[in-house]
């Protein structure tokens, strides 16, 4: 099974808004990953976040970890149309022998203009 | 041109036949992966290689096979479609030595069993 999961499956803003994904997952991690995939495509790796940081910024992108409680969120700030996207958390177990990413369900994200 | 490729790109196949996914990479990478996503269920991993002389079972092997022909090619085979095999594939490579295991993802070939 897999064992990130996210909260929520859709959500559907306003251009302008800010947008936030929350991640759940089982295991202890060296690293949690996010990703965003547009519709029908590869996914692109956006940021990560090792198991000793507890936040993480890169331009409109903010990742929180909460190891004690398992979890992470991703705020996306001012989003705009092109935002529209499904966004996967990934996990790197510490039982992981060989770079085994473990993948959410995602999260539609759906921002109107 | 993209760091990592996939052929075809699309493909329609009727149940029992033999299909070959390719992936190809300019990246330089040792790790491989294939992946598929159906609606819902995100990506599950099917095969993984470490270098050459190295395969892996994933989560959902069966009904599947794959070969690393060399460091920078990893195909994926269904050696006999069936239906619920119809989704979206995706090959994968990450940087043994950059230890930060990002993975870098290939377009996608949409299967469709007929």
């Known amino acids: 099974s897999q064992q990130g999961e996210e909260d929520p499956q859709a959500l559907s803003i306003q251009e302008g808004e800010n947008a936030t994904m929350n991640c759940s997952y089982k295991?202890?991690?060296?690293?949690l990953q996010w990703y965003r995939q547009n519709s029908g495509r590869g996914l692109v790796h956006l940021i990560l976040?090792?198991?000793?940081?507890r936040e993480k910024h890169s331009g409109r992108l903010r990742v929180t970890l909460d190891t004690s409680k398992k979890s992470s969120s991703l705020l996306i700030t001012a989003s705009r149309a092109a935002d529209t996207a499904s966004y996967f958390c990934?996990?790197?177990?510490?039982?992981?022998?060989?770079?085994?990413?473990?993948f959410g369900q995602g999260t539609e994200l759906s921002v109107k203009p | 041109d993209a760091d990592v490729t996939q052929t075809p790109r699309n493909r329609i196949t009727k149940t029992g036949k033999r299909i070959m996914l390719e992936c190809s990479q300019t990246k330089g990478h040792d790790r491989m992966y294939w992946y598929r996503q159906d609606p819902g269920l995100g990506l599950r991993l099917i095969y993984y290689s470490f270098d050459v002389k190295d395969i892996n079972k994933g989560e959902i092997s069966d009904g599947y096979s794959v070969s690393r022909q060399a460091q920078a090619k990893f195909s994926l085979s269904l050696e006999s479609a069936i239906p619920n095999q119809t989704a979206l594939y995706f090959c994968a490579t990450s940087d043994l030595v950059a230890a930060r295991n990002e993975q870098f993802f290939g377009p996608g070939t949409r299967l469709t069993v007929l």
């Open positions: 990934a996990t790197d177990p510490i039982y992981n022998q060989g770079g085994k990413l473990i």
């Open positions: 976040i090792r198991s000793n940081e």
């Open positions: 295991t202890s991690i060296n690293n």
